[in-house]
T-cell receptor, first 114, second 114 residues
Framework: DGGITQSPKYLFRKEGQNVTLSCEQN?????MYWYRQDPGQGLRLIYY???????QKGDIAEGYSVSREKKESFPLTVTSAQKNPTAFYLCASRGLAGGEGEQFFGPGTRLTVL | DQQVKQNSPSLSVQEGRISILNCDYTNSMFDYFLWYKKYPAEGPTFLISISSIKDKNEDGRFTVFLNKSAKHLSLHIVPSQPGDSAVYFCAASDWGTGGFKTIFGAGTRLFVKA
């Protein structure tokens, strides 16, 4: 089955630690995105990548880093510099050809900083 | 500076009646408008979209209307079913300098009562 997987589903981290969230897709999509959702708020864009080995900062990139070494994978690292990392993190992908921009989302990772 | 606004945090509708979810935007350069549906602890799923050159798009029980002069779009669900109870996100997309980006509203929680 084609889709996007995110792991782990729940993640706990101590303050001051870096943590990496996994995102893998087998949809052969070129573009991948990371969003953060906080209670009562919409999805805010952290980073996005249109092609391999290229990525752009979104609206709230501070304290985060990404890499895009393979088309299928777009891991997100939450660093200790992120002031309020506790949130629900969503990864998405989109094919560049056709469509009206719809994205396919993974199931999300809930990160809690203890 | 919210470019996409959903001013109603929640909406309650009786089963079988029409649900109308509203969305306003500020950027006239958006190319596409999309609606996503989200259940708790899951990623959003794409529901329906509309190009900026159209004013209506219909898919089964779901219809999206776009009023460009008012910078307003709405999602109509007829008839509403209990399974439609979820959070609905309005989104808008365009090709910016960094590539294709999507801006999400804060969401409207729909309750469909049996």
């Amino acid at each position: 089955d084609g889709g996007i997987t995110q792991s782990p589903k729940y993640l706990f981290r101590k303050e001051g630690q870096n943590v990496t969230l996994s995102c893998e897709q087998n949809l052969n999509h070129d573009a991948m995105y990371w969003y953060r959702q906080d209670p009562g708020q919409g999805l805010r864009l952290i980073y996005y990548s249109q092609i391999v080995n290229d990525f752009q900062k979104g609206d709230i990139a501070e304290g985060y880093s990404v890499s895009r070494e393979k088309k299928e994978s777009f891991p997100l690292t939450v660093t200790s510099a992120q002031k309020n990392p506790t949130a629900f993190y969503l990864c998405a992908s989109r094919g560049l050809a056709g469509g009206e921009g719809e994205q396919f989302f993974g199931p999300g990772t809930r990160l809690t900083v203890l | 500076d919210q470019q996409v606004k959903q001013n109603s945090p929640s909406l309650s509708v009786q089963e079988g009646r029409i649900s109308i979810l509203n969305c306003d935007y500020t950027n006239s350069m958006f190319d596409y408008f999309l609606w996503y549906k989200k259940y708790p602890a899951e990623g959003p799923t794409f529901l329906i979209s509309i190009s900026s050159i159209k004013d209506k798009n219909e898919d089964g029980r779901f219809t999206v209307f776009l009023n460009k002069s008012a910078k307003h779009l709405s999602l109509h669900i007829v008839p509403s079913q209990p399974g439609d109870s979820a959070v609905y996100f309005c989104a808008a997309s365009d090709w910016g300098t960094g590539g294709f980006k999507t801006i999400f509203g804060a969401g409207t929680r729909l309750f469909v009562k049996a």
